[in-house]
């Protein structure tokens, strides 16, 4: 949902994009931010997502 989201508003691909949660979130957060620190976009030279990390 998150990457039809994107593919169709591309002009926020460049915002910062933080994943946070709480408690659970610290197995499923991980997993999340791994698929799509390795999404390699669409055929058609999709971009890279601006993940941001925090302390």
Known sequence: MFL???SEHPKF???PLYI????YA???VPKVTLEL???EG????GQP?????TH
């Open 4 to 6: 039809k989201f994107l």
């Open 13 to 15: 691909l460049r915002n």
């Open 20 to 23: 946070s949660g709480t408690s």
């Open 26 to 28: 610290g197995i499923i």
């Open 37 to 39: 620190y390795e999404y």
């Open 42 to 45: 669409d055929e058609h030279g």
């Open 49 to 53: 997502f601006n993940i941001q990390v």
